[in-house]
């Protein structure tokens, strides 16, 4: 990964992805329909303009977007959907917008149905404010933590242990492609490897694919997978941000499922243990709910991670990110007993030699049939198988810690 190659070269200051122009040539629009070359040109549009919009948390952009009711320029049409007069946008801008199929009438005037956001250099295509649709495609504040994540951790493995690029890095529920793209522009010139997005949301990979090309990543596939059950091997790189929450209307951006929203990222812990690549890597950001002062997430993960053998801090870390988010959700009675949501890290590094891994989870299924808890549908990942030391302490900004696997008792609830 060139940018990890050399660690002195510096990160943009203030959203995560950094991308090499020079490296990412001008992408072709080949594969992309009618419609989304029409987005990606869009987005092409707003760059030349200069167009630049961070996103906001869902509660921030309803009280900003309500101190007006009328868009004025183009970050209020396209970042702060507000409804705005047909003769606002420039005639090429508002054609490109029909062209999307992106655009209502309302009583109010028109109103675009996707938002452009900054990420790094680009601009990464997403669903208007607010995302109430099931098939809402996600983008925010979660997405540049997460890119931090990434970052930091792929660059502290290549400066403790430079490894060959992956051949292949799965942007699991890619939502917009981010942590993809990202991954994209931190590869070498010459790597030849392949981003696959991954998502249970058709609309996500419908613009995975727009956010991709406009972004210049040479070579990517968009594949429709729950978790990563149609994914094929090799597997070398996973990045995960799943939903993490319990959203009564099951939206797929939002809900997790199992106790208190942990059920998807307790999945991919058990299929990345599985499918990994000898020395793959999994880099997943979630949250965590805390009841009374202990960790639930760490509490599931912890004894199926001890099993497998893993080295707590260099194979395993476990990072708090963020002590508290989503406040507003615990006066829901779903969330009556948890004190707090916290957002995590957590990498997995399968060790560089074959077997440890799927022998660990013969003997993981063995065991959950016997508790039960949190047993997750693994038979039917093995039947769909298309198939270090980190020495620095790396804390979050909020004193995140790595953790004993063999004590969660001691080591749950805040750091
Ligand atoms: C919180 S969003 C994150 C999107 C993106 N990775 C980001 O960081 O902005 C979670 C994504 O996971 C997807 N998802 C939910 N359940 C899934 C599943 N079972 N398999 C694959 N993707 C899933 C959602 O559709 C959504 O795009």
């Known amino acids: 990964m060139s940018e990890l190659l050399d660690p002195a070269r510096p990160a943009p200051a203030e959203a995560p992805p950094a991308r090499a122009p020079d490296r990412m040539a001008a992408p072709p629009d080949s594969g992309l329909d009618h419609r989304q070359q029409a987005l990606r040109a869009l987005g092409s549009a707003l760059l030349a303009r200069g167009y630049r919009f961070i996103c906001p948390t869902p509660d921030t ?23 705005f007069a047909p003769d606002l946008l420039p005639a090429a801008l508002l054609s490109l917008l029909r062209q999307a199929d992106a655009v209502s009438v309302t009583p109010d005037g ?3 149905r996707l938002r452009f956001s900054t990420f790094g250099d680009s601009l990464l295509v997403h669903s208007a404010w607010p995302t109430t649709q099931n098939d809402a495609v996600f983008f925010g504040p979660d997405t540049y933590r997460f890119a931090q994540l990434i970052r930091r951790t792929l660059a502290r493995r290549q ?17 917009t492609g981010a942590g993809g793209i990202l991954a994209a522009s931190l590869l070498p010139p010459r790597a030849a490897t ?3 997005f991954t ?6 990979l419908d613009l995975a694919a727009v956010n991709a090309t406009l972004a210049g990543v040479p070579r990517f596939t968009c594949l429709h997978s729950d978790l990563l059950t149609a994914v094929p091997d090799p597997i070398d790189l996973v990045l995960a941000n799943p939903p993490y929450l319990l959203d009564p209307e099951q939206r797929a951006y939002r809900h997790g499922g199992g106790t208190l929203g942990i059920g998807l990222s307790v999945r991919i812990v058990e299929q990345a243990l599985q499918r990994l690549a000898p020395g793959g890597l999994l ?9 009374d002062g202990r960790d639930l997430l760490w509490e599931a993960l912890a004894p199926r991670l001890a099993r497998t053998g893993l080295r707590p801090g260099s194979e395993v870390r476990y990072e708090e990110i963020d002590p508290d988010v989503f406040g507003s959700e615990l006066a829901s009675p779903a969330y009556a007993r948890v004190e707090r949501i916290s957002v995590v890290g957590l990498t997995l590094q ?6 440890v891994g799927r022998a660990a989870l013969v003997a993981l299924d063995a065991l959950d049939a016997l508790d039960g808890v949190n047993a997750p549908d ?5 039947d769909d198988d298309c198939s270090d030391d980190d020495r620095d302490d790396d804390r979050g900004p909020h004193g995140g810690a790595r953790r004993s696997l063999r004590d969660p008792a001691s080591e749950s609830g805040e750091d």
């Open 199 to 204: 998502d249970i949301n058709d609309a996500a």
């Open 378 to 382: 693994r038979r039917n990942d093995r």
């Open 283 to 291: 880099v997943l950001y979630t949250a965590a709910p805390i009841v």
């Open 61 to 83: 952009q309803a009280i900003v977007a309500a101190r007006k009711p009328q868009a004025r320029d183009l970050r209020d049409v396209f970042g702060w959907s507000r409804p």
């Open 350 to 355: 399968r060790p560089a030699h074959a077997g």
């Open 159 to 175: 400066r403790d242990r430079p490894l060959a690029p992956p051949r292949t890095v799965v942007d699991l529920g890619c939502g």
């Open 194 to 196: 392949r981003i696959l």
């Open 110 to 112: 028109l109103l675009s």
